[in-house]
Nanobody, 123 residues
Framework: QVQLVESGGGLVQAGDSLRLSCAASGRTFSTSNMGWFRQAPGKERVFVGYSSWSGGAALYADSVKGRFTIFRDNAKNTMYLQMNSLKPEDTALYYC????????????????WGQGTQVTVSS
């Protein structure tokens, strides 16, 4: 089974950029469709973006569209989330996961969650 580890979070100011990484163990990463979710304190975990295994297909939540980009390096078994023009409302714990099927924007469509990496955006 693939194990995922997120990293790259931190404390930044509004307008700054940050790049998160999702490193995977296991040989199936390069053929795995994957996604990013985030969870703010006291709120549900919500969809951020999805990437097909090749990176050729992507889907983003409206709240991040145009600011966030997912890309991946299958040779390094790593997926990235490039976050630009960060806003205080982007503050959350960010998770990556493997897509297993169903509605791409729902948590139930994913499994093999990582432990998350914290992103805090100050105003």
């Amino acid at each position: 089974q693939v194990q995922l580890v997120e990293s790259g979070g931190g404390l930044v100011q509004a307008g700054d950029s940050l790049r998160l990484s999702c490193a995977a163990s296991g040989r199936t990463f390069s053929t795995s469709n994957m996604g990013w979710f985030r969870q703010a304190p006291g709120k549900e975990r919500v969809f951020v973006g999805y990437s097909s295994w090749s990176g050729g297909a992507a889907l983003y939540a409206d709240s991040v569209k145009g600011r966030f980009t997912i890309f991946r390096d299958n040779a390094k078994n790593t997926m990235y989330l490039q976050m630009n023009s960060l806003k205080p409302e982007d503050t959350a714990l960010y998770y990556c996961a493997i897509y297993r099927g169903g509605n791409h924007v729902t948590r139930a469509a994913y499994d093999s969650w990582g432990q998350g990496t914290q992103v805090t955006v100050s105003s």
